[in-house]
């Protein structure tokens, strides 16, 4: 099998500027059947649990200073390598195909035997290899603190589905809100701050999760705990179960930034209430400070 290095990974997916349900090996049988008839992209070799590969040692720093400082390898963090490393490329390449397929806002609701049928479909996403379905099986069930992400997994379903009736499209933002109280949230910020805020990111699902996650650790090498520090791990993300992220209309991806803390919206989210910051300065999750992400659950 061939390998490749880290230079070569971080040219291999396409990565399409900021795009911004689901336990048990059933999920893999069930994906692995509906992909005998295709022909693997990698080859089907023997892969050992992921935890046998990177580093396993617990961060001997101050835990916030790595959330403060997210973006840069740190010496404990865990890494990818050999095989994986390929895997983490292709697989990732085949999800951002799927993305454009699909359509930026509907794949945010894509269930996972949604996904495979779709890659059967179509020849420009192509059907997830043997390999390919191991390592995300993979990802999915690994406990994240084996990256240094400490959140709650909120999702254990590896094939649950959005049910069409429990969730809302937002005209002119491309992303869905569940109904009830992330609805009704959105709607009261957007009567009380006007068309100044929008909203940026809304329900997703583990497949978005998988997408947005594995784009994320190929801009690092494979380094799997700063791809965690910016982005919850497949099951981990709260936007599955209500949570949102709003931003000031005009300011582009600063939205995602620290600097949207400094705006006059996001004054006024917290002057009216709105804001229950999940992930503070000092969170004890692993996570970068998001003052954008409005906590529902």
Same mark, same amino acid.
């Given at each position: 099998?061939?390998?490749?290095?880290?230079?070569?990974?971080?040219?291999?997916?396409?990565?399409?500027?900021?795009?911004?349900?689901? *336990?048990?090996?059933?999920?893999?049988?069930?994906?692995?059947?509906?992909?005998?008839?295709?022909?693997?992209?990698?080859?089907?070799?023997?892969?050992?649990?992921?935890?046998?590969?990177?580093?396993?040692?617990?961060?001997?720093?101050?835990?916030?200073?790595?959330?403060?400082?997210?973006?840069?390898?740190?010496?404990?963090?865990?890494?990818?390598?050999?095989?994986?490393?390929?895997?983490?490329?292709?697989?990732?390449?085949?999800?951002?195909?799927?993305?454009?397929?699909?359509?930026?806002?509907?794949?945010?609701?894509?269930?996972?035997?949604?996904?495979?049928?779709?890659?059967?479909?179509? *020849?420009?996403?192509?059907?997830?290899?043997?390999?390919?379905?191991?390592?995300?099986?993979?990802?999915?069930?690994?406990?994240?603190?084996?990256?240094?992400?400490?959140?709650?997994?909120?999702?254990?379903?590896?094939?649950?589905?959005?049910?069409?009736?429990?969730?809302?499209?937002?005209?002119?933002?491309?992303?869905?809100?569940?109904?009830?109280?992330?609805?009704?949230?959105?709607?009261?910020?957007?009567?009380?701050?006007?068309?100044?805020?929008?909203?940026?990111?809304?329900?997703?699902?583990?497949?978005?999760?998988?997408?947005?996650?594995?784009?994320?650790?190929?801009?690092?090498?494979?380094?799997?705990?700063?791809?965690?520090?910016?982005?919850?791990?497949?099951?981990?993300?709260?936007?599955?179960?209500?949570?949102?992220?709003?931003?000031?209309?005009?300011?582009?991806?600063?939205?995602?930034?620290?600097?949207?803390?400094?705006?006059?919206?996001?004054?006024?989210?917290?002057?009216?209430?709105?804001?229950?910051?999940?992930?503070?300065?000092?969170?004890?999750?692993?996570?970068?400070?998001?003052?954008?992400?409005?906590?529902?659950?």
């Amino acid at each position: 099998m061939k390998r490749i290095s880290r230079r070569e990974l971080l040219k291999a997916v396409p990565l399409g500027g900021l795009a911004l349900l689901l *336990e048990g090996p059933g999920a893999l049988r069930r994906a692995q059947r509906i992909v005998t008839t295709a022909a693997p992209e990698v080859e089907a070799e023997s892969i050992d649990p992921i935890a046998d590969e990177g580093s396993r040692h617990r961060s001997e720093h101050d835990p916030l200073h790595k959330i403060r400082d997210f973006d840069r390898t740190y010496p404990d963090d865990y890494l990818l390598g050999g095989s994986r490393l390929e895997l983490l490329a292709t697989t990732a390449a085949r999800l951002e195909r799927a993305v454009r397929i699909i359509g930026h806002g509907h794949f945010n609701l894509v269930s996972f035997d949604d996904l495979l049928r779709y890659a059967l479909r179509y *020849e420009e996403i192509g059907a997830f290899s043997p390999a390919e379905l191991r390592f995300l099986d993979e990802i999915f069930h690994t406990d994240a603190a084996l990256y240094g992400f400490y959140g709650q997994k909120v999702l254990t379903d590896q094939v649950a589905r959005f049910n069409a009736r429990d969730v809302e499209r937002i005209a002119s933002t491309g992303h869905y809100l569940l109904r009830g109280e992330p609805l009704q949230r959105y709607e009261r910020i957007r009567q009380d701050l006007g068309d100044k805020v929008f909203l940026t990111s809304g329900v997703r699902g583990v497949v978005k999760q998988y997408q947005l996650f594995l784009s994320k650790a190929v801009t690092t090498g494979g380094n799997l705990s700063q791809a965690s520090r910016s982005l919850a791990p497949p099951g981990y993300s709260y936007h599955a179960i209500g949570d949102f992220d709003v931003g000031r209309v005009g300011f582009g991806l600063k939205n995602f930034t620290a600097d949207f803390a400094e705006t006059p919206e996001y004054r006024k989210l917290i002057d009216l209430g709105y804001v229950d910051i999940r992930y503070t300065k000092t969170n004890p999750f692993g996570v970068r400070h998001e003052p954008w992400h409005i906590k529902i659950a």
